[in-house]
Each structure stands twice: as structure tokens, then as C-alpha cells.
């Protein structure tokens, strides 16, 4: 013990006579004491450590050479080092949230500790200084330590200041200007650092060693931006700028080896999370009320924008040098344009800011968005990421994706034929990551924005004639910047551009479906007249084994109406050859096209073979109640007829029309009308038929009409059935009603008007006041107008119309929040009923073709149309009946045999319903 004693008083003696010494005496002294020293710092604790390495790098380190001091001493210090700071910072930790005024000891214990990290951090930097003192190159082996070391001490201490107010707590005044010293040391040693690693020489004579040393250290260097993100602008700047700086300079020997997918994940992370402060201090700027606050802010949002900039501009660069090796980062790059999009207008998620503001941020952060698409619309695994069926991105994220799909198409057109095909094929090799098509995507992309459609949101459009810039709506947008890819299109992607057209023409989505027709308009315009030629025979043969009664349907021949405009009056020719008007095998598909889209010469033919043709197979209907399933076709058939070409009155008489519209009003039950569909869907069509020719109609018709329409109202009618009734009766006002018939019809109209107008279905009640308007301004029978406002509550609602007023409106925000369950309801809609549709097969694809019929049963119970029209017939035969017997005895006694004859009707209606077949129906 006494010896002990005695040791540790001569090695305490040791270090306070060391600490005399001048720079002469140390050199001379360095080879007995420096190995004591080092003894003594391997067996001492914390402190006595830290006061003999003082000792070492303030006296002995500048004697020692270069090429010495890492076997002499780094390599037997500096270990040591990090284990004390570990220790240090884990009492620190543990022991912060237990300081308090009362516990003195304490207090003391971690300001010394504090104090000691200072004193640690000060003679790290004293060795680099010395490292760094020379004007010669330096090489890692010659300090192989000391990188490490230095690294693991930063990254400690500033996660440590970091920290401080989760350790210390409310406590952390008490503590504040020991750990504000060691901010600014471990400040100033990392700054040493970065400049000793500067000059470090990597050469092809360069060891193994020193590159994987120098990898560390680059990766070490990354670690640290990420502990020292939102501590402070310019450190954080000036460490970033090392790690490209370095990555880049020695590129040669270490991009193989280099992490790039943590440098972009981490200059992605640091530019959102800016970019994100950035939105808040906007944000906050325009809810402040003090000036001096206001201008403060604004300091610090000026001063995070230019580090937004710093960022973006820092990725760009490296994505341009490290190019190759992207693969792993494209998922963090797509990610990041779809978060910056998602932030900024016109995406309905982005935050209120100034327009100062927003334009500053534009400018300095997604104006990297071009460069930045330049430079991946190469890659494959990018198109894969983007392509990718198994995408799953927020509903948020919906827009900036169709964005950035269209940003790719803005750039295909100068890229390489390679580049062409990755984007517009899909993939089909089961062992790679399915992906569509790029127009798959665009119509997929353009259906998922369904918010964004609906608003709308507004995008710039193209400017023109040097005009002011107009804003344009989102479909608007995708539709022209899809046709000017069209035109860039080689000719061998034209065939995976038909299929995706086609499929989105079949397709479930609304607005993916008018895109596809809208884009292939431009596509038979753009193209020769052959190809639109071609396209319609095609489609043609489609249209032909389509059901009309669906979706796909009503698509398909809404394209082939729009495409028969743009044939050529030759292939028009071949057209009527092959789809003649004359024929009612052809009337299904004639329903659906217009007259007015033949050439002048072909026009009068085609009218007249299409009108007799409709008009005799109306009457063949009217007088065989079998072909009544063929009549709704011939009836839209001359609906479409006389709304597309200019009839004469020579011409309806000689088509008999108006005897046929007569006859068909006299088959034509309301009960029947409401109970079976296609009878509805026929007095739908007679009503818009009659509204096209108000001006020939004879009064007597439109008497028959008015009354059906009172007797239909009464029975609750479907919406589309008021809505064609509206329809109608908007047209009256063009109609003079002679003094005879005016109490039949105009005293009938406003009881008619006055329950559509009160309606509570809001487009019926929409349609009503638009039908109002329109008769009341065009009517001259203007005192039936004052009458058909029942109410001040519909007088009210009327002239809120007519001056154009809003009511109630919601806000923006509620409208987003109402479209974002809707969509989630489509979506789920559209899951549920969407069928895969082949049309890469040469032989026609089953979803096109109609559903195979079912097979007739035996029992006469069938639930066809026939039986149902025929029921429906009966019995409403039989309460008309009903009704006349009882205004019959309103006006006069009932005979005696009366009462026998209702007792044996009603004993027939029994033995009907308790007949066997009643029951079973059940």
C-alpha cells in the first residue's frame, strides 16, 4: 500500500514537473518519460487520463514526426479516448434529469464531466493541427487513428447537444454554458477535421487500406449530417459539402464502394424536412399581427429557403456524377418529387401561404424537378419504381404522380429509342417487378385523381399567339400533353397505344374513358385517313356484339360517333355499304351515330333509308306486341334523326311520324310505364322525340301528353322519367295553345312545374328550374307563369337562379374531405366490377361480346320481358276499369246486381292468389 501510495505521488510529480518543461527539455526527454506517460494513461481513471493526454498533445506530439505519431502515439491514445467520451455522455445521460440546486454534488460531478469533454474535444484538435502544420501531402496510414476516433467523438458530443433538452429538462440552465462550450469546440474540431481530410493524397499507389479508411471517414461524415440536421444552417451546409465534395474528388478509387443510396436518402430527407419548415414559417408569417415577429420570420424563412436550394441543387449534382449506381435510390427520389409536389399548389393538400412565398419556394426547390427527371428517365429500375402495379401511394400523392408522368412524356420525345421502349412496355417477364405501360399509367394515374378532377384544379396551359397564359383544368392538361406525345410517337408503340386505348375505352373509369376517346379523335386527325379507316371497322365490329345497356358499351359507341366526323367521304361510302341504314339489323348501331358527320352527298340518302326504316319498324312494333323489344331501338333511332338533320314538314308527313308519335301515346300506360324499364326507357325517348318536334305537334297529342304526364307524377316516378318530363315541358313555351285547349293543358302546367320545382332529388329540382326558365322566357302565355311559384319558398329559389346566386356553398376543404370518401367509394366500385379486358388476343375478347342468353324454362312463371309487359298490360287495364266504375258511382246510385258481380270478382282475385303458381312465386 505504501508503495502504491508512493507511485501514484511520483507519477502526480511526473505530470505537474512534464507540464514545466519547455519544447527543448520535452525533446530531449521524449524517449525515458514518453513511456511513462503512456503507462501511466492506460492505467489512471477518466480525468488522470485526460490531464496526461493534455500533457502528451500539448508537449510531446509536436516533437514526434508524421511518420511516427500513429504507432508512437495515436494508435495508443485515442481508443482510449472514445471510451471515456462513451462513458462520459452515458452519465451525462443517465444522471441530467436527477440535477437540481439541492444536489450540489451532482451538479458538480456533471460540469466537471462537461468540462472534461471540452478538454478531450481541445486536444483532439491540437492533433490535427499538428497533422495539418506541414505544407506536405497527407496519407491515411500515417494517421489511421485519428479519422475514427475523431468521427466517433464528433458524432457523440453533437448528438449529446443535440439532446439536451430531453436530458437536462428544465434543469439545462444550470449546465447551458459548459455545453454551449462544447458545441463550439466539437464546432471547431470538426471544422480542423474536414480540412485534414481535404488534403489527404488517395493515388493509384494508395493502399487497400487508405480507400477503405477513406470510406469510412466520407461515411462516418454522413452519419453526422444526419445527428446535426436543424442544429444550424451553416454547419449542416459545410458538412454536406464535404461529403460530395470528397465523394466526388476520389471518385475513382471509391464509387464502387460508396453508400449512394445513403447520401440521396439523406439529402432527400434534409430537403423535406426543410422544405416542410419552410411551409410552417410561411404559414405562421401570415397568422402573425406583430411586425417585429413578422420580419424575424421572414429572416429565417429566407435563410431555410436558400438551404433548400443549397439541398436540391447538392442532389442534382450528385445524381449527374454517381448516374450508374442509382438503382437502389430511385424509390427515395420518386418519393421525394411526390412530397414536394404534394405540398405546393395546385395540390388541394398544400398549405395557405403568400404568393411571395410560393413562388420563392418554386423557384428554389421544384425547379429541380426537370433536371432532376432528366437524369433518371434513363434508369430502368426508376420506370419500374414509377410504373409499378403493386404502387401504393397516398391519396395526396395521386396528383403529383399524373404530374410527373406527364413531365416523363415531355421528355421521351428526345431521348433514345431504348430509353422509348422502357417506358412504353410494360413488363411481361414474370421474374421481374410488373409494371404498366406508360399510357396505362397516364389513363390510371388521370381515374385516381378523382378530387382533383372534380374541384377542378387548375394547371397552366399552353400559351398561344403570344396571349396571357391560361389555366387549364387537369383533364384539359393530361389530354394535351398525351396528343403531343402522340405526335412524337414512333410508328412501331402505335399498336400498344391502340390497346391501351381500347382497354381504357372498356374500361370502368369515367374520366379514363373519355380520355382514351378524346385521345383517339386526335389519333384518327393526326393520322392518315386509312388508319381512321381501319379504326372503324374495327370498331364497328365491336359496337356489333357490345351490349349498348353497359358502360363499355355506351363508350364504344360514343367513339365511333365521334370518329365517323373524321372519315373520308369515300370510306363513309364503304361504311353504308356495310352498315346500310335502310336495314333494322343496322338501327342498333345507327341509335347511336349522327347524320350530320356524312359528306354532303351521302347525308340525304342515308336520312331517308334511316327515317323510313325507324318509322316502319316503330309501326311494326305498335302493331305486333312481340317485336315491341325492337322498338326502343327504332325510337332512338328517329330521336337521334331529328335532332341531328333538318326535317321538313314535307318530310315528316311523308314518313308518317306524327300519326306514328300519336299511336305510340295511345300504347303508352303509366302504370306500365313505371313498373316494367324498357317501357319507361320508351316513354323517356317518346317525351325527348316530342320535345324536338313541339313545333309539328298537333294539340290533341300534346293534351294526351300533358295528361299522361299528371297521371305519371302521381305515381312516383324514377328520377329519369322526371327528367325527360322536364324535358318536355320546357319546350311548351315555344308551343301557341289555341283558347279551346288552354284550360287541358296550361291549366295543368303549374301543379306540374310546382312539384318538379320542389322536388327533392337535386337534379330534378336543378333540370326543373332550368325547364321553368326556359318556358317562362319563351312562352306567350304569361299568366300561367306567376302560378306554376306555388310558394315564396320556390319563388325565392327561382330568382336565386335566374340572378345566378349561391347558396350555402362549402368550403373548399369540406369538398376535398366529401371527393376523398367518394373516391374511396369508386375505388371499392371499381374493384368490385372492373373485368380484365384482353385486347392483346387477335380473336375477340368474351368481356366485349353480350352475355350468352339463359336457357328458357319450361314453367310459364319466366321473368321475361314479354310476361312482365303482358302482366303489366292487364292489369293496368283492369284499374283503369276500377277507376271509370268508381266516378261511375259517384255520379249515380249502383244498380242492385251490382254488389253480386264485385263479390264475384272478388272471389276471383282470391283463387288467383291462392293458386299454386301465386304460391310459388312467392
Given amino acids: 500500500m505504501f508503495y502504491r501510495v508512493m507511485s501514484q505521488s511520483s507519477q502526480t510529480s511526473l505530470l505537474e514537473e512534464v507540464s514545466q518543461w519547455n519544447a527543448d527539455t ?77 444536489n450540489i454534488e451532482l451538479k458538480t460531478l456533471l460540469r466537471n464531466i462537461l468540462q472534461a469533454l471540452v478538454s478531450i474535444v481541445e486536444c483532439l484538435g491540437a492533433c490535427i493541427r499538428q497533422v495539418i502544420s506541414g505544407d506536405n501531402a497527407l496519407y491515411l496510414e500515417a494517421m489511421h487513428s ?26 439545462l440552465q444550470r449546465v447551458a454554458d459548459l455545453l454551449q462550450a462544447v458545441f463550439k469546440e466539437t464546432y471547431s474540431l470538426q471544422k480542423l477535421f474536414l480540412e485534414m481530410i481535404d488534403r489527404v493524397v ?26 446535426i440536421a436543424n442544429m444550424d444552417h451553416a454547419l449542416q451546409a459545410n458538412t454536406w459539402k464535404f461529403v460530395v465534395k470528397q465523394s466526388m474528388k476520389h471518385r475513382v478509387y471509391i464509387e464502387a464502394q460508396l453508400n449512394h443510396r445513403d447520401i440521396v436518402k439523406g439529402l432527400c430527407d434534409d430537403l423535406v424536412f426543410n422544405f416542410n419548415a419552410c411551409l410552417q414559417r410561411s404559414e405562421q408569417i401570415q397568422q402573425s399581427t406583430n ?28 445524381i449527374k456524377e454517381f448516374k450508374e449506381y442509382l438503382g437502389t435510390c430511385c424509390k427515395d427520389l420518386y418519393d421525394l418529387y411526390l412530397q414536394l409536389h404534394s405540398k405546393m399548389p395546385p395540390s388541394v393538400t398544400a398549405p395557405s401561404m403568400a404568393d411571395a412565398h410560393m413562388q420563392e419556394l418554386r423557384g428554389s426547390v421544384l425547379v429541380c424537378a426537370h433536371p432532376l427527371l432528366s437524369e433518371l428517365i434513363g434508369c430502368l429500375r426508376f420506370a419500374e419504381v414509377v410504373l409499378s402495379e403493386t404502387r401504393d401511394i397516398s391519396q395526396e400523392c395521386y396528383l403529383p404522380h399524373c404530374l410527373l408522368l406527364m413531365g416523363v412524356m415531355d421528355m421521351l420525345p428526345s431521348q433514345t429509342e431504348d430509353v422509348l421502349e422502357i417506358w412504353c412496355s410494360g413488363s411481361e417477364d414474370t421474374e421481374k417487378p410488373p409494371r404498366h405501360g406508360l399510357f396505362k399509367a397516364v389513363f390510371t394515374a388521370l381515374g385516381a385523381c378523382h378530387v382533383e378532377l372534380a374541384l377542378p384544379v387548375l394547371l397552366p396551359g399552353v400559351m398561344r399567339n403570344g396571349n396571357p397564359l391560361a389555366y387549364i383544368s387537369l383533364y384539359e392538361y393530361v389530354c394535351t400533353h398525351l396528343c403531343a406525345f ?78 365517323l366526323f373524321f372519315m373520308a367521304p369515300d370510306h363513309q361510302a364503304e361504311f353504308l355499304v356495310r352498315l346500310p341504314p335502310g336495314e333494322p339489323a343496322s338501327l342498333p348501331v345507327w341509335q347511336h351515330l349522327s347524320v350530320r358527320a356524312l359528306a354532303s352527298a351521302l347525308q340525304e340518302s342515308a336520312t331517308s333509308e334511316l327515317l323510313t326504316a325507324s ?109 325527360a318530363a322536364l324535358d318536355f315541358l320546357g319546350t311548351l313555351g315555344n308551343k301557341v295553345i289555341p283558347p ?159 254488389d253480386e258481380r264485385l263479390q264475384n270478382l272478388e272471389a276471383k282475385i282470391l283463387r288467383l292468389r291462392a293458386s299454386e303458381r301465386f304460391s310459388c312465386s312467392q
Fill in 615 to 723: 318509322t316502319q319498324q316503330c309501326w311494326n312494333s305498335v302493331s305486333s306486341p312481340q317485336q315491341r323489344s325492337d322498338l326502343n331501338t327504332a325510337l332512338s333511332c328517329l330521336l337521334h334523326l331529328c335532332q341531328d338533320a333538318d326535317l321538313s314538314p314535307e318530310d315528316l308527313e311523308k314518313s308518317s311520324l306524327l300519326p306514328l308519335v300519336s299511336q305510340l301515346w295511345e300504347i303508352t300506360v303509366a302504370t306500365q310505364v313505371v313498373a316494367v324499364h324498357s317501357v319507361g326507357q320508351r316513354a323517356c325517348l317518346l317525351l325527348a322525340l316530342c320535345a324536338v318536334l313541339i313545333q309539328s305537334l298537333e294539340d290533341n297529342i300534346i293534351i294526351q301528353i300533358v295528361n299522361f304526364l299528371e297521371l305519371l307524377m302521381s305515381m312516383k316516378p324514377a328520377v329519369c322519367l322526371k327528367l
Fill in 146 to 171: 485519428l479519422p475514427s476516433s475523431v468521427l466517433h467523438i464528433l458524432k457523440s458530443t453533437f448528438q449529446h447537444c443535440k439532446n439536451s433538452e430531453a436530458v437536462y429538462g428544465c434543469k
Fill in 486 to 563: 402522340i405526335t412524337s410517337l414512333p410508328a412501331k408503340h402505335f399498336g400498344k397505344l391502340e390497346c391501351c386505348l381500347l382497354e381504357a375505352v372498356l374500361g370502368t373509369d369515367v374520366m379514363s374513358a373519355l380520355l382514351a376517346v378524346d385521345s383517339w379523335c386526335f389519333l384518327a386527325r393526326y393520322g392518315s385517313a386509312e388508319l381512321c379507316a381501319h379504326h372503324v371497322n374495327i370498331l364497328t365490329g365491336l359496337v356489333e356484339r357490345c351490349p349498348e345497356q353497359t358502360w363499355r358499351g355506351s363508350c364504344l359507341f360514343l367513339l365511333l360517333r365521334r370518329l
Fill in 740 to 898: 279551346e285547349h288552354q284550360s287541358k293543358v296550361l291549366n295543368k302546367l303549374p301543379a306540374l312545374f310546382s312539384s318538379m320545382l320542389a322536388d327533392s332529388h337535386w337534379m330534378v329540382h336543378h333540370r326543373a328550374l332550368q325547364a321553368f326558365t326556359q318556358f317562362a322566357e319563351e312562352t306567350s302565355h304569361e299568366f300561367v307563369v306567376p302560378l306554376c311559384l306555388g310558394t315564396e319558398e320556390i319563388k325565392s329559389q327561382v330568382v336565386r337562379y335566374l340572378n345566378k346566386e349561391t347558396v350555402s356553398a362549402q368550403s373548399t376543404e369540406s369538398q376535398v374531405q366529401y371527393l376523398k370518401q367518394e373516391q374511396l367509394v369508386l375505388e371499392e366500385w371499381h374493384t368490385q366490377s372492373s373485368v380484365p379486358v384482353n385486347v392483346h388476343q387477335r380473336a375477340p375478347s368474351p368481356s366485349v361480346e353480350a352475355p350468352a342468353k339463359r336457357a328458357r324454362m319450361e314453367d310459364t312463371n319466366a321473368d321475361s320481358e314479354s310476361v312482365q309487359l303482358a302482366l303489366t298490360q292487364v292489369l293496368g287495364e283492369v284499374e283503369c276499369g276500377l277507376d271509370r266504375l268508381s266516378r261511375l258511382l259517384q255520379q249515380r246510385v249502383p244498380p242492385d246486381w251490382l
Fill in 202 to 227: 488517395i493515388n493509384p499507389e494508395s493502399s487497400q487500406q487508405d480507400v477503405t479508411d477513406l470510406i469510412a471517414v466520407i461515411h462516418g461524415v454522413l452519419e453526422i449530417c444526419t445527428v
Fill in 26 to 102: 520535452c525533446q530531449e526527454q521524449m524517449e525515458t518519460v514518453l513511456p511513462k506517460l503512456l503507462c501511466l494513461y492506460s492505467e489512471e481513471n477518466s480525468f488522470m487520463k485526460i490531464k496526461v493526454l493534455k500533457v502528451l498533445t500539448n508537449h510531446f506530439l509536436p516533437h514526434i514526426p508524421l511518420s511516427d505519431v500513429e504507432p508512437k502515439l495515436f494508435s495508443k491514445v485515442l481508443p482510449g479516448v472514445r471510451e471515456i467520451v462513451d462513458d462520459f455522455i452515458e452519465e451525462l445521460t443517465s444522471q441530467g434529469a436527477e440535477l437540481s440546486s439541492q
Fill in 291 to 318: 411586425q417585429q415577429t413578422t420580419m424575424t420570420e421572414q429572416r429565417i424563412f429566407t435563410r431555410t429557403v436558400k438551404l433548400c436550394r443549397f439541398f436540391a441543387n447538392t442532389l442534382i449534382h450528385f
